[in-house]
DNA sequence: ATTCAATTTAGAACAATTCTAAATAGGCGG
DNA sequence: CCGCCTATTTAGAATTGTTCTAAATTGAAT
C-alpha cells in the first residue's frame, strides 16, 4: 500500500466520522473508484468498478457510500442533464464543462474570486454548481469536417 | 384573450418555427402552463396541470413539447439533484436557489457582468447553469427554534 | 385533394433510484 | 470477552422518471 493511499484512507476515516458514518471496507472501495479515475462516473458505473475487487458489493449499498461521501465531504454530487448522476471527488472550487456532443465532463478551476452572486435575503448558502454546456474542442473540429 | 397571451403565442409561433418545430396546440398549453406558474415544475407537474384544460394529453406529449420548448429557446431544463428535472420559462439570465429543506427554488437574476469562467481551450459555450444550494431564509428561520 | 413528415396517443419498456426485511458487523458498557 | 444496540449490507422488489413503439392524426406543402 502506498503513502497516498494510506493519506486517503486516513482522511475517508476521519471525514466520515465527522459526518457521523462508520467505516466500511464498502466505503472505502467506493471512495478508491471515485480517486482512481476521476471522470465523473455514474452510481452504475461506480457500482460496475467496485465489483471488480469486492464482487459481493450491492446496488444498495453503492448508494448508500456515495451519500455517506457526498455527506461527509468528500465527494460532489454533479446532475447535469436527464437522466443519471455523476459523481467527483474533486472537492475543489471548480465547475463543469460538459459537451453535449460526447458527453465528456471537464473540472476547471475557478481561479481567484468565487463569482460574485446576488442572493435572496437569508439564504444560508451551502456550496453551489456551476454547469457549463456546450462543445468540447475535439466535437466542435469533428462537426466542422 | 388578453394582449399578453397574443404576444406569448406570436412568440410561441416564431420560436418553435425557428427551431424547426410545429406549433401545436398541445405546445401552446404546455407553454402556457410554464408561464402560468413558475414555481419550476416537474414534467410530471407539468403534466397534471396540463390536463385541466386538455385532458386527453398524454405524457410523452408533454416530454415532447418540453423538450421542443428548450431547443427552442423558450425554456430551461433545470436539474437541481437526482431525481425529476424540473422546467423553467424565465429565459433572462439567472441562477438558481434551491432550499435543501424545503426544496423550493428561487430565481436570482445574474447582475452586471457575468461571472468569468476560465475555459478549456476550444470549448464553445451554448449557456450554463448556476445553481446554488443551501437554505432558504424561511427554513433557516424554522430550524433556529 | 394528395402526399409526406411531424406529432400525438396509450401503453409498454426501460433506466435510475429507493425501499424492504433479514442477515451481518461495529462499537460500547458491563 | 459477552451481550446489546444501532448502523450497515445484501438481494431483490417496488417505485419513479423517462423513453420507446406502433398506429392514428394532423399540418404544411404540393
Same mark, same amino acid.
Given at each position: ?7 486517503? *484512507? %486516513? ?13 466500511? @471496507? ?6 478508491? $473508484? ?6 465523473? @462516473?455514474?452510481?452504475?458505473? &461506480?457500482? /460496475? ?5 469486492? @464482487? *459481493?458489493?450491492?446496488? %444498495? ?8 461521501? &457526498? ?6 454530487? $454533479?446532475?447535469? *442533464? ?6 467527483? @471527488? ?14 465528456? &465532463? ?18 444560508? /448558502? %451551502?456550496?453551489?454548481? /456551476? %454547469? $457549463?454546456?456546450? $462543445? ?10
Amino acid at each position: 500500500m502506498s503513502a497516498k493511499t494510506n493519506s486517503n *484512507e %486516513a482522511r475517508l476515516n476521519e471525514r466520515l466520522g465527522a459526518g457521523g458514518f462508520r467505516f466500511t @471496507p464498502q466505503r472505502q472501495r467506493v471512495y478508491d $473508484v471515485l480517486l482512481q479515475k476521476r471522470d465523473h @462516473p455514474t452510481a452504475e458505473e &461506480v457500482f /460496475i468498478r467496485a465489483k471488480r475487487a469486492m @464482487p *459481493e458489493i450491492s446496488h %444498495a449499498t453503492v448508494y448508500n457510500c456515495l451519500d455517506a461521501l &457526498v455527506q461527509s465531504g468528500l465527494a460532489r454530487q $454533479v446532475t447535469l *442533464e436527464r437522466g443519471a448522476t455523476r459523481f467527483c @471527488p474533486n472537492m475543489e472550487e471548480h465547475c463543469h464543462y460538459y459537451c453535449d456532443a460526447c458527453g465528456e &465532463v471537464f473540472d476547471v478551476a475557478l481561479t481567484g474570486d468565487s463569482p460574485l452572486l446576488p442572493r435572496p435575503k437569508g439564504f444560508k /448558502i %451551502a456550496r453551489y454548481d /456551476i %454547469a $457549463v454546456h456546450g $462543445v468540447c474542442a475535439d466535437c466542435a473540429a469533428k462537426a466542422k469536417k
